[in-house]
């Protein structure tokens, strides 16, 4: 990715986290059902998205280019 992606559906919070743990400054932009996430003046490198739905949390990996 270049600091943006979509994320499908609702979703009750999202952190954006660096491999220490660090949590990311984001943006988001409502598309109907669908959000698009911007990262701002983000280093390329592996980040760790936690989507939480409802009573579950979801991790993905993203990769910055």
Same mark, same amino acid.
């Given at each position: 990715?270049?600091?943006?992606?979509?994320?499908?559906?609702?979703? &009750?919070?999202?952190?954006? =986290?660096?491999?220490?743990?660090?949590?990311?400054?984001?943006? !988001? +932009?409502?598309?109907?059902?669908?959000?698009?996430?911007?990262?701002? &003046?983000?280093?390329?490198? =592996?980040?760790?998205?936690?989507?939480?739905?409802?009573?579950? !949390? +979801?991790?993905?990996?993203?990769?910055?280019?």
């Amino acid at each position: 990715s270049s600091g943006e992606f979509f994320i499908r559906g609702t979703f &009750n919070n999202l952190q954006i =986290l660096n491999v220490t743990g660090l949590s990311m400054p984001f943006e !988001i +932009q409502e598309y109907g059902s669908d959000k698009k996430v911007l990262l701002k &003046n983000i280093a390329p490198g =592996l980040y760790i998205l936690k989507i939480q739905k409802a009573n579950t !949390i +979801q991790t993905e990996k993203v990769i910055i280019r």
